[in-house]
């Protein structure tokens, strides 16, 4: 492991242009020699939430190679995961730096992520498109159980915002606060929510607290991935903009404004775009590169 530490290694973090704040991410734009074990070492050694390791150039199926197409793959420090927002904002805004802005077509085990990077003054943004989205119910039993795993009571929940599973390229558990304090007082148990989490293939929880009709601020336990907590987690922003629309809360098209990161000194800003016609969700942000 240690001959690949390092090497060829970058280090951005999505969706805020401060170093600070955002959910930083490891980017290996060429991972072609490195196996399974060499990137999940990789990713534990970082400690980020996930790291993203591009595999290889062009489509993975039969079709020729288009232009700008990637095969990438995304480690956790424990396990490898089928998709990660910010990761992927992280690795198309390291792409756009060397090869400039444009359109960008992401391979991952979920399916295909168009990304668009564009410049916006001094700064580039990294929108991606969702793969197509669902939505499932929580049984009453693993609901009781995922509020006993967060130490919050059912009537802490905000019931104009039920609770769901909800997928855009991974599973979260969408589970909406009453109050702005109830969101910020995160004390969970790490093992109990981590089995509760395994046992119905969940990536994170997503915890909502809705501040206005488009506005939300939102926190994300990730005890399966290693950390307590993920700072700014797209396929979850992916994944409530799916909850969301299909529950009827907002319209059909409509921008959603997410704040994560807050409660963990690294805010960072999530645009949710839903657009009629149009199943699919798309995530944007900014980002920039970590220096030291």
Same mark, same amino acid.
């Given at each position: 492991?240690?001959q690949n530490?390092?090497?060829?290694?970058?280090?951005?973090?999505?969706?805020?242009?401060?170093?600070?704040?955002?959910?930083?991410?490891?980017?290996?734009?060429?991972?072609?020699?490195?196996?399974?074990?060499?990137?999940?070492?990789?990713?534990?050694?970082?400690?980020?939430s996930e790291?993203?390791?591009?595999?290889?150039?062009?489509?993975?199926?039969?079709?020729?190679?288009?232009?700008?197409?990637?095969?990438?793959?995304?480690?956790?420090?424990?396990?490898?995961?089928?998709?990660?927002?910010? $990761? +992927?904002? =992280?690795? #198309?805004? !390291?792409?756009?730096?060397?090869?400039?802005?444009?359109? %960008? /077509?992401?391979? *991952?085990?979920?399916?295909?992520?168009?990304?668009?990077?564009?410049?916006?003054?001094?700064?580039?943004?990294?929108?991606?498109?969702?793969?197509?989205?669902?939505?499932?119910?929580?049984?009453?039993?693993?609901?009781?159980?995922?509020?006993?795993?967060?130490?919050?009571?059912?009537?802490?929940?905000?019931?104009?915002?039920?609770?769901?599973?909800?997928?855009?390229?991974?599973?979260?558990?969408?589970?909406?606060?009453?109050?702005?304090?109830?969101?910020?007082?995160?004390?969970?148990?790490?093992?109990?929510?981590?089995?509760?989490?395994?046992?119905?293939?969940?990536?994170?929880?997503?915890?909502?607290?809705?501040?206005?009709p488009t506005?939300?601020?939102?926190?994300?336990?990730?005890?399966?991935?290693?950390?307590?907590?993920?700072? $700014? +987690?797209? =396929?979850? #922003?992916? !994944?409530?903009?799916?909850?969301?629309?299909?529950?009827? %809360? /907002?319209?059909? *098209?409509?921008?959603?404004?997410?704040?994560?990161?807050?409660?963990?000194?690294?805010?960072?800003?999530?645009?949710?775009?839903?657009?009629?016609?149009?199943?699919?969700?798309?995530?944007?942000?900014?980002?920039?590169?970590?220096?030291?």
């Amino acid at each position: 492991m240690s001959q690949n530490s390092g090497a060829g290694v970058l280090r951005y973090t999505a969706f805020s242009a401060d170093p600070a704040g955002g959910n930083p991410a490891g980017v290996v734009l060429d991972a072609s020699g490195l196996d399974d074990a060499a990137m999940l070492a990789l990713a534990a050694e970082l400690g980020y939430s996930e790291s993203a390791f591009l595999t290889g150039t062009g489509s993975p199926d039969a079709r020729p190679p288009a232009a700008r197409e990637y095969t990438i793959r995304y480690f956790s420090p424990k396990a490898e995961i089928p998709f990660c927002g910010h $990761a +992927t904002v =992280a690795t #198309a805004l !390291a792409l756009a730096e060397r090869d400039g802005p444009g359109d %960008l /077509v992401f391979h *991952t085990v979920a399916g295909a992520v168009p990304v668009t990077v564009a410049r916006e003054g001094t700064e580039l943004r990294a929108t991606l498109t969702s793969v197509e989205p669902y939505i499932t119910d929580i049984t009453p039993d693993d609901l009781t159980e995922a509020l006993a795993a967060l130490r919050w009571p059912a009537a802490d929940l905000d019931p104009a915002l039920p609770p769901r599973i909800s997928y855009a390229g991974a599973r979260h558990l969408v589970l909406a606060a009453a109050t702005r304090e109830r969101l910020s007082d995160l004390d969970y148990d790490f093992a109990r929510l981590e089995t509760l989490m395994h046992r119905l293939d969940l990536a994170t929880l997503q915890l909502v607290w809705r501040a206005s009709p488009t506005v939300f601020h939102v926190r994300d336990p990730f005890p399966v991935g290693g950390v307590v907590e993920d700072p $700014a +987690t797209g =396929a979850a #922003a992916a !994944a409530f903009g799916a909850y969301a629309r299909t529950l009827g %809360l /907002v319209p059909d *098209t409509a921008t959603l404004t997410l704040h994560q990161g807050e409660d963990m000194g690294r805010p960072g800003t999530l645009t949710v775009e839903l657009r009629a016609g149009d199943a699919r969700v798309r995530v944007g942000g900014t980002g920039t590169r970590i220096t030291a």
